[in-house]
């Protein structure tokens, strides 16, 4: 009979960042668990240059918006697969802040989310993650194929 494992202690996490002119960009590749989305989003935050966004935008809406993302691609993109990762790319130029978000997985389309504030949708929890993306961020763009959203936030 085999013993259970002891949970593995979590793999450190490491920004790569390049400068270009006056843009800066962050990435980072997350591995598909759970317990790594604040660790994620505080090590992004923290890095981000001074700038085009006020540190109350940066605290709330960049923080909130970039964890709802980095959760859905970890569970409902990747499934909880730890074989795959959701890479990160965090465009910084002088009038905005991009977050690209792209899981390893097939992909939805996000026309077909429903809206949670209808009457008849309030306690159901599907579709309320598109909801706080859209409400927190100034744009929220998928590709075709739906495994990869890019988040903008604009200098204000």
Known sequence: ??????????????VR??????????????????DYVGRAVEL??????GGPLSPRR?????RTAFAEALAN??????????GRVVHVRVEVAHDAVRVHVTDEGNGFDPKGVPD???P???????????????????QVAFNEKGNSVCLTLRAG
């Open 58 to 62: 940066i605290r709330f809406n960049f």
């Open 120 to 138: 008849e949708r309030l306690e159901r929890e599907d579709g309320r993650g598109l909801f706080v993306l859209k409400s927190l961020m100034d």
């Open 17 to 34: 960042r390049r400068a270009t002119g006056g843009d800066t960009e962050l990435s980072l590749d997350v591995p598909s668990d759970l």
């Open 44 to 49: 992004i935050a923290d890095q981000l240059p």
């Open 116 to 118: 949670p504030t209808l």
């Open 1 to 14: 009979m085999t013993q259970p494992q002891p949970p593995q202690p979590p793999q450190p996490l490491h």
């Open 73 to 82: 691609a970890i569970a409902y993109g990747n499934h909880r697969d730890p």
